[in-house]
């Protein structure tokens, strides 16, 4: 069972494929009240559904592998953290 909780710290870090991001939350689990989505270069939100795999409780990777080459933000919104990180594909 997840448990329900705010996200206390995220890691972010690169996965063994090509193009996936790994999201690591060391201390709660990836719940449903936790928004993931994905900004361009400018700010807008990409038109496009992320595709998730759940490793864990604590961890999830994001496939990016559809996404043509450049700048994104990674942005994950829960009750109590606001986290954003650039991600460069090239």
Known sequence: MIKIAPLKAIQLSSAK???HVRLT???TAFTNEVKIDLLDGIGKSVDLELAFS???DHE???DLSA???GVYHL???DKALFF???IILN
């Open 75 to 77: 942005r994950v919104v």
């Open 67 to 69: 996404l043509p080459l």
């Open 84 to 86: 954003v990180k650039r």
């Open 54 to 56: 759940m490793i864990g």
């Open 60 to 62: 999830c990777e994001v």
């Open 17 to 19: 494929e090509p193009k």
């Open 25 to 27: 939350s060391p201390n």
